[in-house]
């Protein structure tokens, strides 16, 4: 079968109504197969204002927001006798899940009921959340309900060697296949550095900027960042900490950390511009399966202390490209951006080293992954 040929199905609990790495990754997919010819079909909750146009065509499925003070998200409810209808007439050859939820699963049983091969990508540590939510009873649970559905399917793909270890431990004998993730670095790059954008913003030449990146939610490990900050601030450390991003939890963040710049969301070149001017990353974040922000910050020649988890483990180089802590190690974060505070040559020197490793993640070549396996799984089962 040759590229022209795939029909695919693609499902996903967030694909464009909330910005997120998972569903920017997965528009990025669904652009590179139909730049080779694929046949393309979206299934996902949507909403009347999404966050970004979506790439490709997408079908809106069946949906409710969800409780606990995170209704920007939505939970799929299956296929409904339209979105059914829809299916049979777009007559997919391959179906690819992307998240462990009722949509999803519904769209495993169909691929069964059908004889379709079904390719499931892993994007989110949702066993990682319930800690942050006073949950942490649920955890196994969680664990059992993505085992169960990742051993459901054809074949998985994990965006870094330990989480396809993660996937064994917990039993999942389904072949696994790394499809890591890439960067744009035509945005993410040093030149995009601005002392004029910081010292607007208050951030004077000579302190160390250090930076977060992300949505504003507890799962970001906004706890921990506090605390680290917390302790370097005991110390005497002169540096300035510069938060980029938006969530719910904004305002608890800026009151944990009164004296931080809080940049908003910033999107396109104006992102590369706000990463790049940065001197030190921090993300102490456990929750990520691939460390996308980490990725940027590298591309961008900016240094990065990171918890030892998914999102940085075969990433990161630890020493090289920047400092790696034990999750809960609040005086070990302190202590890693110090050194970068204090040691210029140091912090320049994992920079530069950043930028030659960032360099071998091209989307194209990574996105092109995705398209073998699918030719490879439908060859595969077709025998």
């Known amino acids: 079968m040759l590229a022209p040929e795939l029909r695919v199905a693609l499902f996903s609990g967030n694909y464009n109504y909330t910005r997120d790495g998972a569903n920017q990754t997965l528009n990025r997919l669904v652009g590179h197969l139909l730049g080779r010819g694929a046949a393309v079909r979206v299934y996902s909750p949507t909403s009347k204002r999404p966050a970004f146009a979506p790439t ?11 409780p606990g003070g995170r209704a920007e998200y939505k939970l799929g409810l299956g ?7 829809d299916l049979d007439a777009f007559a997919p050859n391959l179906i690819h899940v992307s ?11 169909y691929a069964r009921e059908k004889g379709i ?3 499931a990508s892993y994007h989110t540590r949702f066993e990682t959340y319930v800690q942050y939510y006073g949950l942490a009873f649920l955890k196994p649970l969680a664990i059992s309900i993505q085992r169960k559905f990742y051993q459901s399917v054809d074949e998985v793909l994990a965006p870094s060697q330990m989480m396809g270890e993660i996937l064994r431990e917990w039993g999942v004998t389904t072949p696994v296949t790394r499809w890591s993730r890439g960067v744009d670095h035509d945005r993410f790059n040093p030149a995009r550095r601005s002392l004029e954008w910081r010292r607007a913003l208050g951030i004077a030449d000579d302190e160390i900027a250090i930076g977060f990146l992300g949505r504003l939610v507890k799962e970001k490990g ?14 005497g450390v002169r540096h300035k900490v510069l938060v980029v991003g938006e969530g719910p939890a904004e305002a608890w963040f800026a009151k944990e950390i009164p004296d931080a ?15 790049a001017s940065m001197d030190v990353f921090f993300n102490p974040s456990v929750t990520e399966t691939f460390g996308n922000v980490t990725l940027e910050a590298m591309a961008a020649g900016v240094p990065v202390v990171a918890a030892r988890a998914s999102g940085a483990v075969g990433l990161l180089e630890d020493n090289v490209t920047g400092l790696i802590v034990d999750p809960d190690d609040v005086e070990g974060y302190a202590d890693a951006m110090q050194r970068f505070c204090e040691d210029e040559a140091f912090r320049v020197g994992a920079g530069r080293a950043g930028v030659a490793e960032a360099a071998r993640y091209d989307w194209d070549t990574i996105n092109q992954t995705v398209l073998d396996t699918y030719l490879r799984v439908i060859e595969r089962e077709s025998n």
């Open 99 to 109: 998240a462990p939820e009722f949509l999803n699963h519904a769209a495993v049983r």
């Open 79 to 85: 296929i409904s006798k339209e979105v059914r209808r």
């Open 117 to 119: 091969p079904v390719v």
């Open 56 to 66: 490709g065509d997408l079908v809106s499925t069946p949906s409710v927001r969800l």
């Open 222 to 235: 906004l706890d921990v960042f506090a605390k680290a900050i917390h302790a370097l601030q005991k110390r």
């Open 261 to 275: 710049v809080f940049a908003g969301f910033v999107t396109g070149d104006d992102l590369g511009r706000a990463v």
